[in-house]
């Protein structure tokens, strides 16, 4: 946990991110950031090559990149913020491996790079292109986890889009923050990544 804030482990990460099952996340992530639709390049982090990557079959869905993320460069629980550690501590008391699993954002764009900025609904509108061709690039998928309101409420206009349903399960947001002013969410948290597991096992995982 939080292992990438060893300066020696993230250039080994790094250096990683042409690995078959990662490539074409990367060249992905590549592509995004020199995206103009939205006006200009953009900030956004690299798959983490611990992942599943193009073999994930449960997919986290989060709420944008915090500032470690923009430190890291990579969207991973091994950042070095609480979020992230409450995160590998849930995926390892649920049971799910690393590499069965993908962290990402409803808003894969930067926008907290000097300190925590909730996106608004019409930037998390303007991802769901982005999240329907990660969803194209990901074949062995069988459930999708919606971290957070605003994850859940983004899925919204990805999933009438969708060539084909696909499972979801709501997932309450690890910060320590959430977690700290309703003691219940991180139960609800490993129910919610269990019912993943279970799911993605029953489809076929």
Avoid at 67 to 76: C, D, H, L, N
Avoid at 148 to 171: D, M, Y
Avoid at 173 to 194: E, G, I, M, W
Wanted: hydrophobic share 40%; glycine share 8%.
């Amino acid at each position: 946990m939080q292992s990438l804030a060893d300066p020696c482990v993230l250039a080994a990460r790094h250096a990683r991110l042409q690995e078959p099952h990662i490539a074409p996340l990367t060249a992905f992530a590549a592509r995004l950031r020199e995206s103009e639709v939205l006006g200009g390049r953009l900030d956004l982090p690299n798959f983490d090559p611990e992942s599943g990557g193009i073999h994930t079959e449960i997919l986290l869905l989060l709420e944008s990149p915090g500032p470690k993320v923009a430190q890291t460069g990579f969207a991973s629980p091994d950042n070095p913020d609480r979020t992230a550690e409450n995160l590998s501590c849930l995926l390892k008391l649920a049971g799910i491996g690393r590499r069965r699993c993908l962290v990402w954002n409803i808003l894969p764009w930067q926008l907290s790079a000097g300190g925590v900025v909730t996106p608004t609904a019409s930037q998390v509108r303007a991802a769901t292109p982005a999240t329907l061709e990660l969803l194209t690039l990901l074949p062995a998928l069988r459930v999708v986890v919606l971290v957070g309101g605003k994850a859940q409420g983004g899925w919204q206009f990805v999933s009438p889009e969708l060539p084909r349903p696909l499972p979801t399960v709501n997932c309450p947001h690890p910060s320590p923050r959430y977690f700290a002013t309703d003691p219940q969410a991180p139960v609800r948290a490993l129910s919610a990544l269990v019912e993943a597991r279970l799911l993605a096992r029953n489809s076929g995982g």
